[in-house]
Each structure stands twice: as C-alpha cells, then as structure tokens.
C-alpha cells in the first residue's frame, strides 16, 4: 500500500547578511536611496532606513544632550491639550524637570502668535548630518527646484522626516539623511 506525506513547514522570517566594502556600501545606499520608498513592495523604504539607521552613528551628529534652559529656542515635540502646536517653534519660560536627552516639561511661548502652552516634550530646532546643519524649521529647496518640509516627526533612529511640497505619495516622510545624500546641495528657503 502507497504511502504519501506532506509536511508544511512554515517560516515566519528568513534574514540575510551581506558583507561590503565601504566603497560597496556607499553604491549601494546611493542605488537603493535614489529610488521610489514605495518600490519593491515597499521594501525599498525598509531597506534605505535600515542603512541609515544602523550606521546613524557614522552619518549624523546628533544634538548634544544638554538640559533645556530658560530662553532656549526649542521645537515643541508634545503637549497635551495642545497638539495643535506640535512642530512649532518657541522660546523656553521656564523649566520644571531636565531628562538627559533634552526632553523636559517647561512652559513655552509659541513664535509666531505668543500663546503660552506646557510642553512635556521639546527638542532642538537644528539637526546636523555630514557636517551640513539643517534648520527645523526651514524649507530647503534642491538641485531641481523642488522645496521640501519637515514634518515634525522622527524615525525609528531619530532621524527628522521631510516631504516634497505638491507630493501626495512618492516624496513623503524621507528620512533627512537619505535627503541629504540623494541631492548634493539644499539650499535653505
């Protein structure tokens, strides 16, 4: 009597490791940044952050993690009761507790209109990568004419996010380093 089974095996992951040269490396994130976020099923987008991310440490220079003081001019990363503001740039009144990576609960004035909120969260309103510092509050305009905007929101890595003005889906939420290394120079509007 014939006998048959099957057995499924099911993998939830499989991961892969390539080794480069620096050389190899750099081709590779300029092959993989220059494309649409979206392609390959949005892999694409994964595979730039990854890169980004695990090497952050060679691409950006973070803020140095100073307390916030009074009179700093800060970005407003959360406020309860006040997401509105969230983004917006403003200057510290007072400070009610410092936590090593700048974030602390202070009261600001929002430029702009003057009104008073408390925000739990606040970070600095530049970012450095390549020795280029981009101002977080600034548009940059690049090598084609196209201007871009940060969104206020950070990455996994803690890398700001940008879009394209006018781009509904291809230009949106790019991390500021691959920006950076996809167009040689942004000029600050």
Aim: net charge negative.
């Amino acid at each position: 009597m014939a006998e048959a089974t099957k057995t499924t095996r099911t993998v939830t992951e499989e991961t892969y490791t390539l080794t480069l040269s620096a050389d190899e490396f750099r081709y590779l994130k300029g092959l993989v940044g220059g494309e649409h976020e979206g392609s390959g099923g949005g892999a694409n987008g994964r595979i730039y952050e990854a890169m980004t991310r695990e090497l952050c440490t060679n691409e950006v220079a973070p803020e140095p993690a100073n307390g916030v003081q009074v009179g700093d001019r800060v970005r407003i990363l959360e406020a309860p009761g006040a997401e509105r503001f969230h983004g917006r740039v403003g200057t510290v009144l007072s400070v009610l507790g410092s936590h090593p990576t700048d974030l602390c609960t202070c009261s600001v004035t929002v430029e702009g209109c003057g009104t008073l909120i408390w925000a739990t969260k606040v970070g600095p309103t530049t970012y450095t990568v390549d020795g280029a510092t981009y101002h977080l509050s600034a548009e940059y305009r690049d090598t084609y004419g196209d201007v871009w905007y940060f969104t206020g929101e950070r990455n996994s890595a803690g890398v700001p996010l940008v879009s394209c003005r006018g781009s509904e889906n291809d230009y949106v939420d790019w991390p500021l380093t691959r920006l950076h290394s996809h167009y040689d120079t942004l000029t600050r509007v």
